[in-house]
């Protein structure tokens, strides 16, 4: 095999981690999650999720690709022991890259309706009033030029391999992306009804913890850490021998919560700024408004009523967070399917890009032409249930299927005293049995109710 790139160093890993990880489910789905289902509950059932069957399912991701050096695919079936499991594995793999692009079809819609209503205001800016205005229309040409852009942003990207592409995007975009967030809840904490937002937000209402509540958890932090669909275990397959494996999961686990609970701050108590600016936020049935009326109409009237050019500079910062956190997740889901052309079917890196990339725009489309039909539920297929069930198969794999012996031997490369941590007395066993009988007891439960 051609020497593979990896990244260059530990921060580059981090940032391509959690930029792959801190994307529109934590600035937008967490939020609005948190603030439709019981306030700080959801933040409690989440965090609990998060890492006790998140991070295990994390780990076991990351082994496995750091061990395999390869895509998803050649990396379950290196670690698979007979035809049986090779088939399982293959199985698993490839569900996996069909799942991670559904998740990019879906995902760069909505991107691209972030990437237009960041080009509204400068439009304006420039007099362009009409194109400025067409931005924010829904209109199916806006639509689709929009999500076509975004893809191109994402093939470009990719196209430029692991260092040149994924890291050095990444290590620019994430410290902007919190530089942004912090400056805009420091304006909208200071802004009226901002206040009674918070209480929303931050009050639990223990109540409301029911199963649906929990599901809707579990795929929440399924879906921010991106796993399941081997993403994460594509990213642990460019990382060096001597990284400590659990200390670097940690670390993402940590930063993708942290930023979800914080972009909270700045979501939930906008919106009730924006009602006290005359918006309407809640539903008929009097829950909070959640979906794309929440960020396309609720919190523009927010910026509309701000005062001279402060609205259209909040609005630009507000879209380009949004914009950014979509782009450094969306290359982590398009690296899936490219890894595995390039590595299993000898593509060259920029063909294989390119041709995925016109695959899941085409894909895009028929989702943007029967939108009712489709867009939902291409959502609900690819990040209620397939990402968990995955999750459980990869634990299952690394648990089951994996002999112990050869997993200690891959984690210790990094971390020589991996025998004697809590890591290592509690993980193995856990994501043996606890992991995959939690996710499947959730998940039954779900289906039952
Ligand atoms: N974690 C990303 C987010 O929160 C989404 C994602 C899912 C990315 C699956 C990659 C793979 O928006």
Redesign the pocket.
């Known amino acids: 095999m051609a020497s593979r790139e990896q990244f260059s160093s530990r921060t580059g890993f981090i940032m391509a981690a959690a930029g792959?990880?801190?994307?529109?489910?934590?600035i937008w789905g967490f939020p609005t999650q948190t603030a439709s289902n019981g306030g700080a509950a959801f933040v409690l059932v989440y965090f609990v999720m998060a890492f006790c069957l998140a991070y295990p399912a994390l780990m076991a991701e990351l082994i496995i690709g750091r061990h395999a050096r390869a895509n998803a695919v050649t990396a379950l079936q290196l670690i698979s022991t007979g035809p049986r499991t090779r088939a399982l594995g293959t199985g698993v793999g490839m569900f996996g890259v069909v799942v991670?692009s559904l998740?990019l079809s879906f995902y760069a819609i909505v991107a691209g309706w972030m990437l237009a209503y960041f080009m509204s205001p400068i439009a304006e800016f420039l007099g362009w009033n009409t194109a400025s205005q067409w931005l924010i229309d829904s209109s199916l040409t806006r639509n689709l030029s929009a999500m076509a852009l975004f893809m191109v942003l994402t093939v470009s990207i990719i196209s430029q391999g692991i260092t040149n592409g994924i890291e050095k995007w990444s290590t620019r975009l994430m410290p902007l992306l919190l530089l942004l967030l912090v400056a805009l809840i420091i304006h909208v904490l200071q802004q009226p009804g901002a206040q009674e937002g918070l209480e929303v937000y931050l009050l639990p209402d223990i109540n409301r913890i029911n199963p649906s509540l929990v599901l809707n958890a579990l795929g929440q932090a399924f879906?921010?850490?991106?796993l399941g669909?081997g993403?994460m275990l594509i990213y642990g397959s460019y990382l060096n021998r001597d990284s400590n494996l659990p200390r670097l999961g940690v670390m993402v686990t940590l930063v993708d919560s942290g930023i979800a609970f914080i972009a909270g701050l700045l979501i939930v108590p906008a919106v009730y700024v924006a009602q006290a600016y005359g918006a309407v936020i809640f539903n008929d049935d009097g829950s909070l408004v959640a979906g794309p009326q929440l960020i396309f109409q609720v919190l523009p009237t927010l910026f509309d009523s701000m005062e001279g050019l402060i609205g259209p500079l909040v609005a630009l910062a507000f879209f380009l967070l949004m914009s950014i956190a979509s782009l450094t997740?969306s290359i982590?889901?398009l690296e899936v399917p490219v890894a595995l052309t390039t590595e299993k079917y000898g593509l060259a890196r920029p063909k294989a890009t390119i041709l995925i990339g016109i695959l899941i725009t085409a894909a895009s489309t028929i989702i943007l032409l029967n939108f009712d039909q489709l867009f939902e539920a291409v959502i609900a297929f690819t990040t209620v249930y397939s990402q968990p069930l995955l999750g459980a198969l990869l634990c299952v794999f690394v648990g089951w299927i994996w002999h112990r012996d050869n997993l200690l031997s891959e984690i210790k490369q990094g971390d020589p005293n991996i025998e004697s941590t809590l890591f290592w007395k509690i993980w193995p066993s856990y994501v043996r049995i606890v992991c995959p009988l939690l996710i499947l007891a959730t998940f039954i439960q779900s289906l039952v109710n």
Do not use: E, R
Not at 20 to 26: D, F, P, Q, T, V
């Open positions: 792959s990880a801190i994307g529109l489910g934590n991670a998740i879906f921010s850490l991106s669909v993403t997740s982590s889901m």
